[in-house]
Nanobody, 123 residues
Framework: VQLQASGGGLVQAGGSLRLSCAASGRSFSTLPMGWFRQAPGKAREFVAAISWSGGRTQYADSVKGRFTISRDNAKNTLYLQMNSLKPEDTAVYYC?????????????????WGQGTLVTVSS
């Protein structure tokens, strides 16, 4: 089982990026999924989560209104649309599969962490 995140890069403040997370090895269409990020010298933090159907989402206060999480179960892929990016959004972004039915913000409730993708926002 693998999760591969992609789409990161260097962008100016105010710009946009779309991250993708492709899952292989099995389908996660019945499980919630989430995005986390880790800035240099800081702990990994919750960014967004989405229910198995895509009908429910949850966001960290710091990204609410700017980021949108979505998924395409037919493609076994998770997305994160990031708009109005700020320098403080600079981090390695990770996708993961939820272990519990609800939308958790805790790292402990996620597994199958993919390789991260680096997002750098310049001021």
């Amino acid at each position: 089982v693998q999760l591969q995140a992609s789409g990161g890069g260097l962008v100016q403040a105010g710009g946009s990026l779309r991250l993708s997370c492709a899952a292989s090895g099995r389908s996660f269409s019945t499980l919630p999924m989430g995005w986390f990020r880790q800035a240099p010298g800081k702990a990994r933090e919750f960014v967004a989560a989405i229910s198995w159907s895509g009908g429910r989402t949850q966001y960290a206060d710091s990204v609410k209104g700017r980021f949108t999480i979505s998924r395409d179960n037919a493609k076994n892929t998770l997305y994160l649309q990031m708009n109005s990016l700020k320098p403080e959004d600079t981090a390695v972004y990770y996708c993961a599969v939820g272990l519990v039915a609800g939308l958790s913000t805790s790292r402990r409730d996620y597994t199958f962490w993919g390789q991260g993708t680096l997002v750098t926002v310049s001021s």
